[in-house]
């Protein structure tokens, strides 16, 4: 079983960064993809990137817009998305989640998913 918890999330002017942290644990964690995704009220799920589980192969959402990176440790049990010039449309419970199969991550189908942490940015 793999388990998620995110952190660094909270409240930022806009023009501000943040960074995310999402902490894996279980036996396959490692070779797991690992995505992160947004959602706000009221809004659909958005896809925003993805980095496989050597942490040589990534992918971005168009939300990510050259502002994000997503990164992951040597270790392989945490993973980072570094968010630069935030705007007030980032807002959002930000969540990470894992699979083993790539194409079903980037597909927004994963068998693991975090809590989430929330993500606000101030005009």
């Known amino acids: 079983q793999v388990q998620l918890v995110e952190s660094g999330g909270g409240t930022v002017q806009a023009g501000g960064s943040l960074r995310l942290s999402c902490a894996g644990s279980?036996?396959?964690?490692?070779?797991?993809?690992v995505a992160w995704f947004r959602q706000a009220p009221g809004n659909e799920r958005e896809f925003v990137a993805a980095i496989d589980w050597s942490g040589t192969g990534t992918t971005y959402g168009d939300v990510a817009q050259g502002r994000f990176t997503i990164s992951r440790a040597s270790t392989k049990r945490t993973v980072w998305l570094q968010m630069l010039s935030l705007e007030p449309e980032d807002t959002a419970v930000y969540f990470c989640?894992?699979?083993?199969?790539?194409?079903?991550?980037?597909?927004?189908?994963?068998?693991?998913r975090g809590q989430g942490t929330q993500v606000t940015v101030s005009s």
């Open positions: 279980g036996s396959t964690f490692s070779d797991c993809s």
């Open positions: 989640a894992a699979d083993l199969n790539w194409g079903r991550l980037v597909a927004g189908v994963y068998d693991y």
